[in-house]
């Protein structure tokens, strides 16, 4: 997806490099006209395992200790009384996915103020909880595709749902999802690391999130 730049060099291509300078990747770097710079030897895979089993209650008890207001739906402790419209249509969606069916996302996607609005870190959310838990095979795609995005959201947020949708996530996520698994101790220092996202970004993930795992339980809870 994309390499992480030591300051250092960063600086130094800024320096070195005009306006319009191609940048050519060979031979495990990045060529200039002027220099090389070397393929960094740490490499990091942010794609979500699939293996993960996460107890569908377990993130709803502790949002119930943060006050912390999402963008659409009021304070995270309260959710369960939140009479936002946009939590039906949530769950109506996913239901309308896991039934073969293209789900409508028009009225979430793009919702909110700034670069990543409150409907798409929602999404964002849910889309991390479902590849996590393997629950995207053999359904249709539950996004619509990068060119709907790039028009109904800023291309920032569609950048992230276009990841999403394939499966890649911050290691903020991947690190929150795996320690829910396993009921580790460092649960809430991961909440509180997503919470710090923008001004309700890490609150409206967080959110899908638990809509979701509710949304599974339920769901699978039907079925049987």
């Known amino acids: 997806m994309g390499w992480v730049i030591r300051r250092a060099d960063f600086d130094r291509l800024a320096h070195f490099l005009e306006p319009e300078t191609r940048l050519t990747a060979m031979n495990g770097g990045l060529h200039t006209p002027y220099f090389q710079l070397l393929k960094p030897r740490r490499t990091l895979c942010l794609r979500m395992p699939d293996t993960l089993q996460i107890a569908p209650q377990r993130l709803g008890q502790y949002l119930t200790?943060?006050?912390?207001?999402?963008?659409?739906?009021?304070?995270?402790n309260q959710i369960s009384h939140s009479t936002s419209p946009y939590l039906q249509i949530f769950e109506t969606q996913l239901s309308r996915w896991a039934q073969g069916l293209t789900p409508d996302w028009h009225?979430?996607?793009?919702?909110?103020?700034?670069?990543?609005?409150?409907?798409?870190?929602?999404?964002?959310?849910?889309?991390?909880?479902?590849?996590?838990?393997?629950?995207?095979?053999?359904?249709?795609?539950?996004?619509?595709?990068?060119?709907?995005?790039?028009?109904?959201?800023?291309s920032v947020s569609a950048s992230y749902l276009y990841y999403a949708r394939r499966g890649y996530f911050s290691t903020t996520l991947h690190t929150l999802l795996s320690r829910l698994a396993c009921g580790s101790q460092g649960?809430?220092?991961s909440l509180e690391s997503m919470l710090?996202?923008?001004?309700?970004?890490?609150?409206?993930?967080?959110?899908?999130?638990?809509?979701t795992l509710r949304w599974q339980y339920a769901h699978q809870r039907r079925v049987e």
């Open 65 to 76: 200790r943060y006050s912390k207001a999402t963008g659409l739906c009021g304070p995270l």
């Open 107 to 154: 009225s979430i996607i793009g919702l909110g103020p700034g670069l990543t609005p409150s409907g798409d870190d929602m999404l964002v959310g849910m889309m991390a909880v479902l590849h996590a838990t393997s629950y995207t095979a053999q359904l249709p795609s539950l996004l619509p595709d990068e060119k709907q995005l790039t028009a109904l959201t800023t």
């Open 196 to 211: 710090h996202h923008g001004h309700t970004s890490g609150a409206d993930t967080l959110l899908g999130m638990d809509l």
């Open 187 to 189: 649960i809430e220092r």
